[in-house]
């Protein structure tokens, strides 16, 4: 009984590191950091060099695509995705191109 309830309380703090890790955070160089964690895309959607849709685009975050997401951060307001007063984005690796896309256009485990 108390190797289970060991173990219960091991997967339980793993757990509770995976759930509340540090949020991503973007590096003063002005580079994006991610984390390890896959997202999709809900629809196709731009990446944008920071968190505004008047911020230069980078590339095409295309529909159903995975990529390495970090944690999403507060930023300019969007319409998008079924939002029409959008403000979280989320950082992103797709394929080499490292920005921000906005949070409700994604998927997370």
């Not at 091991?10 to 590096?27: E, I, K, N, R």
């Not at 695509?65 to 969007?78: I, L, P, V």
């Not at 979280?88 to 256009?105: E, K, N, P, S, T």
């Amino acid at each position: 009984m108390r190797k289970l309830l060991a173990s219960a309380a091991t997967a339980a703090v793993v757990m509770a590191g995976l759930t509340f890790a540090a949020p991503a955070q973007a590096a003063s160089s002005g580079t994006v950091s991610v984390q390890a964690i896959n997202c999709h895309a809900k629809e196709s959607v731009r990446i944008r060099q920071s968190k505004s849709t008047s911020a230069t685009s980078l590339g095409l975050f295309p529909k159903d695509a995975g990529a390495e997401c970090g944690a999403s951060t507060e930023g300019g307001t969007y319409t998008a995705c079924g939002h029409t007063n959008g403000y979280f984005w989320i950082a992103i690796d797709y394929q080499g191109i490292r920005g921000y896309v906005a949070l409700y256009c994604v998927t997370r485990p």
